[in-house]
Each structure stands twice: as structure tokens, then as C-alpha cells.
């Protein structure tokens, strides 16, 4: 045989060979399967969005004098330069960082406070407090919202009705109360809260209180101890709860809706909708990036701070030493205080609704002014939430959107978590973990203005999605994945690799493997990213109110429409219905498993 056909067999046998490895690792070909999927998906609308940003749209072509998609930097002038970019952008800008900053920086301090109390002292009923402690996070916050409205609102703004504090003390509470950004910064700091609570629970759970002792035998005082040996032990939480703080309520649009638009407070989120409304596309997708650049940074900057700390080790093989300190006098006015909040934000708003769902006329709260009619009767030719074909149509669409989407992404974040872990340190696994984080880094308003163009006409094969309820699947499956896929990683670490190789001895294939072996013994991390999955789109606003039409309505858009309306009974009674869905599903999936649904997620790094 001559060289060159030596050579052509050589590489032919190495190809071959090369097939049969890949069909032996069945992990690589799926892990490059999602790597070319969520491209697509993710990767490839976030360039769209940034190129559209530089393109005359086409209801723009007569207002700006140039042909529909030609390139213009009109779109980026006008927001930072123009006539209307102080109104619509700068002013949106600061509103939005100052309230990020103020809520970020609250919520913190009330997360990190109670785990402190809850875990480091001897403070009365930890485990009611800490059980209840996470109920205001699975809350909708534009629940909180309503609620918030609903005891602090006055007759002059908004609704124009009364609130129970006005009812109570018979003088009108302040503008700045009810309504701007003192009431957005409280709602959605107490919202939030629970990812520093979580977080920092179980950062002081591994602290060797020996660390600290030492530091008491050695003359320093308890809040040295605390501020130089405790709290930079927990920074790496205390970051990744930042993170997960100010990312996501950056894009957040229900709560500065309802507690923003009333006095003409905007921030991002409201802007961005209220152009998208205008038809002014171009100016939604520069608002869009912004708001996709602030979260970006926000996540680089603090990975670079924590990347250039010291690394401390709060756990070893020797003997842990774990005791509380004593509140001694105080410990009575803390356990009430702990607990008055906790009752206070979890169950006061979701009575507030309910109070205010059976009110015959909004402000008055007179026993006779109770009625059933917004929920079984008619009022004003509108029938009540329970009767209404309307609002039975939306909870068909929600349950069938969230049930279906929440075990599709449940399943699909098992998968690929068994292929990045599988294929540990290398590059189809760092880059199939980056690339499904990358949809919690985009604000759910900025991800519902990328689909929403990207998706309004045919793209290659796929035709138009817009109107129907496929893109509202896509984007919560795509939107849902950093949730689903750490629950998956988290699962899957726990396999050891003996039980696979063993069947795979046994010439068990991978599909057996996986459905045999794999997904029973991952059964807690699929329920947890299918409960995280399915609450958070039920509760979920912000990315849906673009995508929605009258025929595709969910629940949370059709309340947004009646608040809008001034029907704020029926929204309440919405909200009491989707907080009902919410907390039974959380429950049920936290009695089953025996575990917080949310630790699973946010202990790893959401």
C-alpha cells in the first residue's frame, strides 16, 4: 500500500474511531446539542436586539426621513442626547439605580439580621420563624404591592379610595407614602429578602464557633468579633445574595407599575413597557440593553471584588464546635420582633386582598359593604373571577403554560446537569454552565422585548410566534433555565459515578442509564427546578405582559388590565387565587422532598 493511501487509512481509522467515541459519550453530543440550541436562543437574540438598536424600525421610517432597516444611531442620540432622553431614559436611568441600590442594600440587612438571629443566637421559635421567613419571597411582589396600596393609599392618587391607615386615623396619608419610591424600595427589599436570608443561613451554619471564641478570650468585643471574623467569612454569600438581589430587580416591572406610574415615577422596566406600547421599538431595544449592561456589570464587578479575596476555611475534618449566644434580657423583645415581622409580611398582604377582593365599593370597610359579587356574582356587566369565561380561559392557559413548561424545564436542567457534570472541566461543560446563566443576567421585561421582536415574523424554518402561546412557552422555558439547570447540577453532583459505570458494565444503554439509574436518583432536584420553574411563571409579570393578546392572556396580565381599569376588587381577587397556586405547590414539593424548594436554587449560586 502506498503512503498516501496509508496515511488516507490512518485518518479514516482515527475519524471512525472518533465516531465511536462519540457515540460511547453520549454526554458530549447532547452537551454540544444544547450548546448549538441555547445559542440560538439565547445568544443569538441578545445580538439581534443590539443590532435592531442600531436600525430604523419600520414605524420609525417616515419620523426619522430614512429607509425602514437601514443603520442610524437615531435611536441611541435620542436617548442619550435628545429632546425627550431626560424623560424617557436619563431619568428612568437614576430612578432605577437608586432604587436598586436602596432595596439591594435593605433587603440585605434584613436577610443577613434574621439568619444571624435565627442561626448564631438562642432567640425563641427559630424553626416557625425561619419556615415563614421565605414567605413573602414565593409572594408575587406586585401582590405585596396591592396590599401595600390597599393599607397605606389615600383618596388623591391612584384608585382615588381611601386605604385602612386613612380609615383608621381619619387624615390622609402622604403622597410619598402611598405611592413613588419609598413604598417600591420597602416592597421590593422585603421581597428579596430571602436570598440573603437563605444565603447567609447557611454561610453561619458552617462557621466553627471556635474561630470566634477565640477571638472573645483574646479581649475583642461582640460586634469586633462580628464585623472582622464573621461577616468576612460569609462575603462570598453575602455576594452571591447581591447578585441574585439586584439582577433580578432590575427588570422587575409590577411593583414600580403599581406603586410608580400613579405619580409619574418610571424606572427602566415601566420606560421600556411604555415604549414598546408608543410602537417605539427602537427606543425599547437601546432601553433593553441598558438594562441588560447594568446587570451584566453589576455580576462582573462583584465577581472581580470576591475573585480577589482570601479564601477561608469554616469547615475540615477535625471536630466543628457550634454554639449560640445568649440574648440574655434582650432575648424576649427579639423573638417578638422577629416574629411580629415575619407574621406582618407574609400574611397581613395576603389578608389585605382578600379583605379588599369582597368589597362592594373601594375605602369603605364597613361590614355591610362586604360582598361576593366580584367572585361569583356580576358587577357593572363584569362577572365575578369564578364564573367569568375571561379569567377561566387565562388560569387554563397559565396552568397549561406553567405545568407543561415547568416539566419540560425540569427535565431538561436533570440533562444538563448530568453533562456538566459528567464532563467536569471541560469546555462543553463551562460553557453549557455559562451560557444557561446568562437568562437570569437579562431583566424579564428586556428578555420579553427581545422575543417579542426577534419572533414577530418568520425566522428560517420557524414561522411567527407572535399571538400565540408557544412563544409565552419559549420564552419562560429559555427565562427559567438558570433555575432548572442549577436544581440539576446540585442533583446530579450527589450520583456517584460507581452506579453508572456499574450498569453500563452490565451493557445497560444511555437511555436506560438515564431513566433507570439517573433521573429516580435525581428526583429532588427535578421536583425542586419543576416547583421553582412553575412558581416563579405563575407569579410571573414582568416578562409576560409584552407577549400576551387577548387570546394568549395569562393571570398575572389579565390583573395588571384590571388595576389598570380601576377595578382593583377583581385584581385582588386574582391575586388571592394565584397566591393560593403558589403557596400550595411551594408546600406541597417542600413536604414531599422535605427540603426549601428555594435553598436548592439559591444555594447554588442562582
Excluded at 387554563?396 to 436533570?414: C, D, E, K, P, Q
Amino acid at each position: 500500500m502506498s503512503p498516501v493511501r496509508e496515511l488516507s487509512h490512518d485518518r479514516l481509522s482515527s475519524f471512525g474511531n472518533r465516531l465511536k467515541q462519540l457515540v460511547y459519550t453520549p454526554e458530549v453530543v447532547l452537551g454540544w446539542l444544547f450548546l448549538i440550541l441555547f445559542a440560538y436562543l439565547i445568544v443569538v437574540p441578545l445580538v439581534y436586539i443590539a443590532v435592531s438598536s442600531f436600525q430604523v424600525q419600520d414605524g420609525d421610517a417616515r419620523r426619522i426621513g430614512e429607509v425602514a432597516g437601514s443603520w442610524t444611531g437615531f435611536y441611541w442620540s435620542q436617548a442619550l442626547t435628545g429632546r425627550l432622553g431626560q424623560r424617557f431614559f436619563w431619568e428612568p436611568l437614576r430612578n432605577t439605580l437608586f432604587v436598586s441600590f436602596t432595596y439591594t442594600a435593605l433587603s440585605m440587612t434584613i436577610g443577613v439580621t434574621m439568619a444571624w438571629l435565627l442561626v448564631k443566637t438562642n432567640v425563641r421559635l427559630r424553626k416557625f420563624i425561619g419556615s415563614i421567613a421565605i414567605i413573602p419571597y414565593i409572594l408575587p411582589s406586585w401582590t405585596l404591592a396591592l396590599a401595600w396600596i390597599t393599607f397605606f393609599g389615600n383618596d388623591r392618587v391612584g384608585i382615588g379610595a381611601p386605604g385602612v391607615l386613612q380609615n383608621i386615623l381619619r387624615i390622609a396619608p402622604p403622597d410619598w407614602l402611598a405611592y413613588g419610591p419609598f413604598p417600591i424600595i420597602i416592597v421590593l427589599a422585603v421581597n428579596y429578602s430571602a436570598y440573603s436570608f437563605l444565603l447567609a443561613s447557611a454561610a453561619f451554619a458552617t462557621i466553627d464557633s471556635r474561630m470566634e471564641e477565640a477571638a472573645l478570650l483574646h479581649g475583642s468585643s461582640q460586634w469586633l468579633v462580628l464585623r472582622s471574623v464573621t461577616l468576612p467569612v460569609i462575603l462570598p454569600a453575602l455576594g452571591s445574595a447581591f447578585i441574585l438581589t439586584f439582577a433580578k430587580g432590575l427588570g422587575t416591572f409590577g411593583v414600580p407599575a403599581f406603586l410608580g406610574i400613579p405619580v409619574r415615577y418610571f424606572v427602566l422596566a415601566t420606560s421600556l413597557f411604555q415604549s414598546t406600547a408608543m410602537g417605539r421599538f427602537g427606543d425599547a431595544f437601546a432601553l433593553t440593553i441598558v438594562l441588560v449592561a447594568l446587570a451584566a456589570i453589576t455580576i462582573g464587578l462583584n465577581n472581580r471584588v470576591l475573585g480577589k479575596r482570601r479564601q477561608f476555611t469554616t469547615m475540615s475534618g477535625k471536630g466543628s464546635s457550634f454554639s449560640r449566644i445568649e440574648l440574655g434580657k434582650f432575648r424576649g423583645p427579639v423573638s417578638f420582633a422577629l416574629i411580629a415581622f415575619t407574621v406582618i409580611t407574609a400574611f397581613v398582604p395576603i389578608v389585605l386582598l382578600v379583605w379588599q377582593s369582597f368589597q362592594l365599593r373601594l375605602g369603605d370597610y364597613s361590614l355591610s359593604n362586604l360582598t361576593t359579587a366580584y367572585w361569583v356574582g356580576e358587577v357593572y356587566g363584569i362577572q365575578g373571577i369564578l364564573v367569568s369565561s375571561r379569567v377561566q380561559a387565562a388560569a387554563w392557559n397559565t396552568l397549561r403554560i406553567g405545568l407543561s413548561v415547568a416539566v419540560v424545564t425540569a427535565a431538561i436542567g436533570v440533562v444538563i446537569g448530568y453533562v456538566v457534570v459528567k464532563r467536569r472541566g471541560t469546555v462543553v461543560s463551562r460553557l453549557l454552565e455559562q451560557v444557561t446563566f446568562i437568562p437570569y443576567v437579562v431583566p424579564g421585561i428586556a428578555f420579553a422585548a427581545i422575543y417579542l421582536t426577534m419572533f414577530a415574523q418568520p425566522v428560517g424554518p420557524i414561522p411567527a410566534l407572535y399571538g400565540t402561546v408557544w412563544l409565552i412557552a419559549l420564552a419562560f422555558m429559555i427565562n427559567r433555565l438558570p433555575f432548572s439547570t442549577r436544581s440539576g447540577i446540585a442533583a446530579m453532583v450527589q450520583i456517584g459515578r460507581s452506579l453508572e459505570e456499574a450498569a453500563e458494565l452490565h451493557g445497560a444503554g444511555f437511555t436506560t442509564r438515564l431513566s433507570r439509574i439517573l433521573f429516580p436518583l435525581s428526583k429532588r432536584g427535578f421536583l425542586t427546578g419543576f416547583i421553582l420553574s412553575f412558581v416563579s411563571i405563575v407569579k410571573d409579570l414582568s416578562l409576560v405582559i409584552l407577549l400576551v393578546t387577548p387570546q394568549t392572556m395569562l393571570l398575572t396580565p389579565l390583573t395588571f388590565g384590571y388595576v389598570d381599569l380601576g377595578q382593583r376588587q377583581f385584581a385582588d381577587a386574582i391575586g388571592v387565587i394565584i397566591v393560593v397556586i403558589v403557596l400550595g405547590c411551594t408546600f406541597s414539593v417542600q413536604w414531599l422532598t422535605k427540603t426549601n424548594p428555594l435553598s436548592g436554587f439559591g444555594g447554588n449560586g442562582q
